[in-house]
């Protein structure tokens, strides 16, 4: 089975960058979908972004757009998290994702890692 562990996490100034990584195990993991989503205080767990199994194919939700990108290095077993122009907004418990695909992790992921913390500062 999957198992996610990510790292990465922790403060920052607004305006700053942070790459967050999400190590898998499991022989599957290069056919799953891989993704982030966060969670602030008092709020819902929302999703960020995800990567299809071959990395051909991306999804973000709007607000990140231009800011974040997601990747994934099969080779390592690890997807990846790049964040740029952190904001304040953006501070949030950040865990990482998978299933068979994009559209199934988005509505409710199969596995998921036990997150990592960001903390953007103003």
């Known amino acids: 089975q999957v198992q996610l562990v990510e790292s990465g996490g922790g403060l920052v100034q607004a305006g700053g960058s942070l790459r967050l990584s999400c190590a898998a195990s499991?022989?599957?993991?290069?056919?799953?979908?891989m993704g982030w989503f966060r969670q602030a205080p008092g709020k819902e767990r929302d999703f960020v972004a995800a990567?299809?199994?071959?990395?051909?194919?991306?999804n973000y939700v709007d607000s990140v757009k231009g800011r974040f990108t997601i990747s994934r290095d099969s080779a390592k077993n690890t997807v990846y998290l790049q964040i740029n122009s952190l904001k304040p907004e953006d501070t949030a418990v950040y865990y990482c994702?998978?299933?068979?695909?994009?559209?199934?992790?988005?509505?409710?992921?199969?596995?998921w890692g036990q997150g990592t913390q960001v903390t953007v500062s103003s």
């Open positions: 990567i299809s199994w071959n990395g051909g194919s991306t």
């Open positions: 994702a998978a299933d068979r695909t994009i559209v199934t992790l988005r509505f409710g992921p199969d596995y």
């Open positions: 499991g022989r599957i993991f290069s056919s799953y979908a």
